[in-house]
């Protein structure tokens, strides 16, 4: 492609650097990146996407802002209150840069329709916040051979790590089974640092960018975790799980399943 002018000049700092240069800006313009969640996580990481030149950028949510959001969701502002996420979302990346084609979907995940929704995009983007989406994106990607950055924020510490299939472990060799009920409050419940979810959703824009133009490594194998009281990054290893009921040796779950049901009730059993 050529570039104008205009865009010569937004992307001049990304241009300039040998592991980007223009052919690296094009990947970036003519790739498809989906968000799902335009929440805390959501906002910083679509915010960077946007900037970036990501061609084009799906936004999944069903939700609507309240005024408890704005302490995080960095793109939704007081006037916001009351509309759809996505929506607002949309105006805050249409602001930042016209190049951007922003898609949004006002749905809830389910096992019906998470194949449809990923099926054209390159890289999919975890910033939901409840274990059913988190067991359900992962394994949708997995089915699909999608690329997955995963995100997760709780109080004053962050998580981030990157899935790709058959190259490395998923999330469910990291987490077997979701917590019993009750057991994990959530943000909403137990509250959440408001920069906290700036520091991990930009790292996961970072990621899907560096997926996007095939530079550099990847957290994949790896779970950062973000401790933001004591000012700390941590490291851990993570590897595949031979035993693994999705990407093992032996995998018995064969397709999509009942989410819901399997977090709230897997431990009842």
Same mark, same amino acid.
């Given at each position: 492609?050529?570039?104008?002018?205009?865009?010569?000049?937004?992307?001049? =700092?990304?241009?300039?650097?040998?592991?980007?240069?223009?052919?690296?800006?094009?990947?970036?313009?003519?790739?498809?990146?989906?968000?799902?969640? @335009?929440?805390?996580?959501? @906002?910083?990481?679509?915010?960077?996407? *946007? @900037?970036? *030149?990501?061609?084009?950028?799906?936004?999944?949510?069903?939700? !609507?802002?309240? &005024?408890?959001?704005?302490?995080?969701?960095?793109?939704?502002?007081?006037?916001?209150?009351?509309?759809?996420? $996505?929506?607002?979302?949309?105006?805050?990346?249409?602001?930042?840069?016209?190049?951007?084609? $922003?898609? +949004? #979907?006002?749905?809830? !995940?389910?096992?019906?329709?998470?194949?449809?929704?990923?099926?054209?995009?390159?890289?999919?983007?975890?910033?939901?916040?409840?274990?059913? @989406?988190?067991?359900?994106?992962?394994?949708?990607?997995?089915?699909?051979?999608?690329?997955?950055?995963? *995100?997760?924020?709780?109080?004053?510490?962050?998580?981030?790590?990157?899935?790709?299939?058959?190259?490395?472990?998923?999330?469910?060799?990291?987490?077997?089974?979701?917590?019993?009920?009750? &057991?994990?409050?959530?943000?909403?419940?137990?509250? $959440? &640092?408001?920069?906290?979810?700036?520091?991990?959703?930009? !790292?996961?824009?970072?990621?899907? !960018?560096?997926?996007?133009?095939?530079?550099?490594? +990847?957290?994949?194998? =790896?779970?950062?975790? #973000?401790?933001?009281?004591?000012?700390?990054?941590?490291?851990?290893?993570?590897?595949?799980?031979?035993?693994?009921?999705?990407?093992?040796?032996?995998?018995?779950?064969?397709?999509?399943?009942?989410?819901?049901?399997?977090?709230?009730? #897997?431990?009842?059993?």
């Amino acid at each position: 492609m050529e570039f104008t002018e205009e865009q010569i000049k937004r992307y001049a =700092r990304h241009i300039i650097l040998p592991e980007v240069g223009g052919e690296g800006q094009e990947k970036l313009l003519s790739s498809k990146i989906l968000l799902i969640g @335009a929440g805390g996580l959501g @906002a910083p990481c679509g915010y960077y996407l *946007g @900037a970036a *030149g990501i061609g084009t950028l799906g936004i999944v949510d069903f939700d !609507i802002v309240d &005024l408890s959001n704005l302490q995080r969701q960095i793109w939704h502002g007081t006037k916001d209150v009351g509309r759809y996420k $996505v929506d607002s979302a949309k105006d805050s990346i249409e602001r930042i840069n016209p190049d951007v084609k $922003v898609i +949004t #979907y006002k749905d809830k !995940i389910d096992s019906a329709n998470i194949k449809e929704l990923i099926k054209d995009y390159d890289v999919i983007v975890d910033a939901t916040d409840n274990f059913p @989406a988190r067991y359900l994106i992962n394994d949708a990607c997995h089915f699909m051979n999608k690329p997955l950055v995963y *995100g997760s924020i709780f109080r004053f510490e962050g998580q981030v790590t990157v899935f790709l299939p058959d190259k490395g472990p998923c999330y469910r060799c990291l987490f077997s089974t979701p917590p019993p009920p009750g &057991l994990v409050p959530s943000c909403q419940e137990a509250g $959440v &640092l408001g920069v906290l979810p700036g520091v991990i959703g930009a !790292i996961q824009a970072n990621e899907a !960018i560096k997926i996007t133009l095939g530079v550099g490594n +990847t957290l994949n194998g =790896r779970l950062l975790i #973000y401790d933001a009281l004591d000012m700390k990054f941590t490291e851990m290893k993570l590897r595949k799980d031979k035993c693994c009921p999705l990407c093992g040796e032996n995998p018995n779950i064969l397709d999509l399943i009942d989410y819901e049901e399997f977090c709230e009730l #897997y431990h009842h059993e």
